[in-house]
């Protein structure tokens, strides 16, 4: 069972950056962000593989930066130049090992964690 908790949302003017956290407790393999503004599906924005390989959407290609500090348990989300287009919920998420082209759909993760809001405005 892994239990996961993020931190770090808030609202933001348009080109400003925010970082978000995601604690774990478990042990954890493929670990991605999502995100789901209202009225739209959820989104895979970000994830890291067990091996530290990482995919982004390309609408954030150049803009966030996912990373992971194993010692800790912890992943991140870097947020650079973000837009009004950005706002959502952001969700961390942890699954098993697959390959990267399955790394950023909702499906491959088992555990989710509660959200937290980002609102980006002009």
């Known amino acids: 069972q892994v239990h996961l908790v993020e931190s770090g949302g808030g609202s933001v003017q348009a080109g400003g950056s925010l970082r978000l956290s995601c604690a774990a407790s478990g042990y954890t393999y493929s670990m991605g962000w999502f995100r789901q503004a209202p009225g739209k599906e959820r989104e895979g924005v970000a994830a890291?593989?067990?091996?530290?390989?990482?995919t982004y959407t390309g609408s954030v290609q150049g803009r966030f930066s996912i990373s992971k500090d194993n010692a800790k348990n912890t992943l991140y989300l870097q947020m650079n130049s973000l837009r009004p287009e950005d706002t959502a919920m952001y969700y961390c998420?942890?699954?098993?090992?697959?390959?990267?082209?399955?790394?950023?759909?909702?499906?491959?993760?088992?555990?989710w964690g509660q959200g937290t809001q980002v609102t980006v405005s002009s």
């Open positions: 890291i593989g067990y091996y530290g390989g990482t």
């Open positions: 998420a942890a699954g098993p090992i697959v390959p990267s082209y399955q790394q950023l759909a909702s499906t491959t993760y088992d555990y």
